[in-house]
């Protein structure tokens, strides 16, 4: 599921991020909540003003690359604010979990539903919160 790689995650999304899995974790997503919650469990934590420019945050927007080299541009968010067809992805959707903590350049092998798994790379961050002082979205 994880390569070994370093994921960075703050405070404040870690703390928001545990009461959405708490949420989740019985229903229909639980599987999704478990993965999310695994990757946390090896999370770096680090405060909001702390957190590097390049890593993806919740609320982040953030262009990655699949296999196939395809691009795409989302935004971060929580499964109440998500809206796939304004770009707007779920940390607990596969691509959401993938992509939450990693810098620009990480790369990640992560399952997807049917079984297969995508390799994605982290292309840039355009827009990270914190970077841009917006501490409590």
């Given at each position: ?28 997503n639980a599987v999704l909540s ?80 049917g079984g297969r798994i995508r ?19």
């Amino acid at each position: 599921m994880t390569q070994e790689r370093r994921i960075i995650v703050t405070k404040a999304d870690l703390e928001r991020i545990q009461r959405v899995i708490d949420l989740h974790s019985g229903g229909r997503n639980a599987v999704l909540s478990d993965m999310l919650d695994q990757e946390l469990a090896r999370a770096e934590v680090t405060t909001s003003e702390d957190v590097p420019p390049d890593v993806v945050t919740m609320n982040s927007t953030v262009v990655f690359e699949d296999e196939m080299g395809t691009r795409r541009a989302v935004t971060l968010c929580y499964p109440q604010d998500a809206r796939s067809d304004e770009g707007r992805i779920s940390v607990l959707a596969p691509i959401g979990s993938a992509l939450l903590g990693l810098s620009v350049g990480q790369s990640i092998d992560w399952p997807f539903p049917g079984g297969r798994i995508r390799t994605l790379r982290i292309v840039s961050v355009p827009y990270q919160p914190e970077a841009s002082g917006h501490f409590n979205l």
